[in-house]
C-alpha cells in the first residue's frame, strides 16, 4: 500500500508551550484513522499542520508525496478538510457556497460538480436557500459537500459531530461511510468513542504531544476500545 | 436525506489545475464576486460605513458653523476624516465575516497562490470604499454648499482609497486574529496611513483651492510611491500574516 501521509518528529509550539512533541503518524492509502484523544492533547493543532493552515516549529510532513510547507500548493488540492465550524457563507446560497469554492479550486464542468455534490449531501431541495436559514446537521453536511467538491485523495476532519444532535450524527456518520468508500483517505479527530468504533479502520491516541498507542479495528474488540484508550492516555510519558 | 451508496454516481477523478496566472485571477474575481454577493444580501457592511460617513458630516456640518473661505480650507480634512473612519468600520467587517464561521480558513485551504485572496478581499473593500465616497461627495456638497466636483480631486480620492485599503486589507486580516480585533485595527491602521491621510489632504485641498499643480505634484507622488510600496508588502507578506 502506498503511504498517503506521513510525518515525522513533529514538533509545533505556541510561545513558551510545546503541543506536539516530536510526533511520527503515518497513514496508508485509503485507510480511516481516528484520531483520539483528551481534550488540550494537540489534535486540532496537528490537523491544522496537516491542513496546511499552521507551520511547524520542526519535523517534516509528507502528503500524497508532497512535502509541508513547501509543496502547500500541491498538497491542497488532494485535500479535503472539515472541521467543526462549516467554513460556509451564510449569505450565500448552498448552490453558491459550492460554486465559490469550485471556482477557488479550478473544479472542471462546475455546473455539473455542484449539482452531483448536492445529490451526495441530500441539499438538492434546499439548494436555492442562505446557509444562514439551514439547521447545524445541514450546514456540516454541506462542508462536507464543500470538502469532496474537489474530489480530495485525502480527507481531514475534525471534530464533525460536534453540536449535533443523534440524528443529525447519524446522518453525518452516512456522509462519512460513502466518502470513505469511495477509496479516500481519512483523518478524524475525536471524542466519541463510540461513533468512531464504528466508522474507522485504526485508531491512534494522541496523547502528551505524542501518538501514545495505535490499534486497527480488525486487532481490537469494539468493546475494549475504551478501555485500550483509558489505559493509553494514563500510563506514564515515554511508553507507546 | 442523503443518498444511499447504491445510488450515489462514481466516484471520478478530477484534475484540480496547477496554480498559475489563470487560477490566480479566477480565485482573485471569485473573493470578489462572493463579497459583492454577499453584501448583496445583507447590506451590513455598506449601510453601516454609510450611515457612519453621512453622521460624520452632519457632525461638522453643525459643530463647525464656517464661512465660504474657512469651509474651503476644511472640507479636504473633513472628507478625509469621514472616509478614513467609515473605511475602519467596513474593513473590521470584511474580514470579520471572514473569521467568524471559519471562512478565511478555507479561503486559505484553496490551492491557489495566497495574494489572489488578499488582492480579491482589497479590491472588494475598494469598490464598497468607492460606492461609500460616491455617496458622500454629493451630500457633502449639498450640505456645505461647496462644488465637489472636481477631476483633480477624484484621482487624489482614488490614489488616496487605492493606499488606505491596501494597508487596511493587510492589517485588518492580523486584527483579526486577535480578540480585540474591533479596537486594534485602527490602533495599528492609522499611524501607517498617516502619509496617505496626510497627502490626500493636501492634494485634495490643493485642486479645491485652484494651487498650481507644481505644488500638488509632490502628494500626488507620495500617494503613488505609497500605494506601489505597500501593495508590494501586502503581496510579499500576506501569506506569512494570516498563517499560524
Known sequence: ?240 | MMKSSSQTVQRTKIEVPVSGPRTFLRALGAVVWKDLAAEMRSRELLSAMLVFALLVILIFNFALELDAQTRATVTSGVLWVTFAFAGTLGLNRSMAMEKDRGCLDGLLLAPVDRSAIYFGKAIGNLIFMFIVEAIVLPVYSILYNTNLFNGGLLLVILLGSVGYVAVGTLLSSMAVQTRTRDVLLPILLFPVVIPVLIASVKGSMGFLQGIEMADIWPWLNLLIVYDVIFTAVAFMTFDYIVEE
Open chain 1, 1 to 240: 500500500m502506498d503511504t498517503m501521509i506521513e510525518v515525522r518528529k513533529l514538533i509545533k509550539r505556541f510561545g513558551l508551550k510545546t503541543i506536539l512533541r516530536g510526533l511520527d503518524f503515518q497513514v496508508e492509502a485509503g485507510e480511516f484513522v481516528a484520531l483520539l484523544g483528551p481534550n488540550g492533547a494537540g489534535k486540532t493543532t496537528f490537523l491544522r499542520i496537516l491542513a496546511s493552515l499552521s507551520r511547524p516549529a520542526m519535523g517534516q510532513v509528507r502528503i500524497a508525496g508532497y512535502a509541508l510547507p513547501a509543496q502547500a500548493s500541491a498538497v491542497r488540492r488532494r485535500l479535503g478538510v472539515v472541521s467543526h465550524q462549516p467554513l460556509l457563507y451564510g449569505d450565500l446560497t448552498a448552490e453558491e457556497n459550492l460554486r465559490f469554492y469550485g471556482r477557488m479550486y479550478g473544479v472542471p464542468a462546475l455546473d455539473e460538480r455542484v449539482m452531483e455534490v448536492l445529490e451526495l449531501v441530500g441539499l438538492t431541495a434546499r439548494r436555492r436557500d442562505l446557509v444562514r436559514t439551514f439547521s447545524r446537521g445541514m450546514q456540516q453536511r454541506l462542508a462536507i459537500g464543500r470538502a469532496v467538491l474537489h474530489d480530495p485523495d485525502v480527507m481531514l476532519f475534525d471534530e464533525p459531530h460536534t453540536g449535533l444532535d443523534q440524528d443529525a450524527s447519524a446522518m453525518l456518520d452516512n456522509v462519512l461511510r460513502e466518502v470513505a468508500a469511495r477509496g479516500r483517505t481519512v483523518v478524524m479527530t475525536s471524542h466519541d468513542l463510540a461513533r468512531t468504533a464504528d466508522l474507522a479502520s485504526r485508531f491512534d491516541i494522541l496523547s502528551r504531544g505524542v501518538i501514545a498507542g495505535s490499534v486497527k479495528r480488525s486487532e481490537i474488540d469494539p468493546n475494549e476500545l475504551l478501555a485500550y484508550y483509558r489505559k493509553t492516555i494514563n500510563q506514564p510519558a515515554g511508553r507507546n
